[in-house]
């Protein structure tokens, strides 16, 4: 069975691993070739320094939260004995 040529006509000439750097990741703006694209994190496109700062922003609050989660768990698996110790269980690490 031979395999039609067109099915690899369409396909992209760059590492499928990379995203697609065409739009700002965040407001999905149309990048233009003759504009500056300011990035984040090695190979995300924003186009202003403006949509990069927000989602630097986010990401920030995200760790935060995350951060507080984890910390929360942790103090939670930390309880204190009728003799004032305190006393530790095992928590689960996720890796």
């Known amino acids: 069975?031979?395999?039609?040529?067109?099915?690899?006509?369409?396909?992209?000439l760059v590492e499928p691993a990379m995203p697609a750097q065409d739009a700002c990741a965040l407001c999905s703006k149309q990048?233009?070739?003759?504009?500056?694209v300011f990035m984040y994190r090695?190979?995300?496109p924003f186009c202003t320094e403006d949509c990069r700062n927000h989602q630097m922003r986010l990401d920030a609050r995200h760790a935060?939260?995350?951060?507080?989660r984890r910390q929360k768990h942790f103090?939670?698996?930390?309880?204190?004995s009728g003799r004032g110790h305190?006393?530790?269980?095992e928590v689960p690490v996720a890796s």
Do not use: I, Q
Not at 31 to 36: V, Y
Not at 64 to 68: H, S, T, V
Not at 75 to 80: G, H
């Open 31 to 36: 990048l233009a070739r003759d504009s500056d």
């Open 1 to 12: 069975m031979a395999a039609c040529s067109f099915f690899f006509d369409a396909e992209p």
């Open 75 to 80: 103090s939670s698996a930390t309880t204190v």
């Open 86 to 89: 305190r006393e530790s269980r």
């Open 64 to 68: 935060a939260r995350a951060a507080a």
């Open 42 to 44: 090695g190979d995300t």
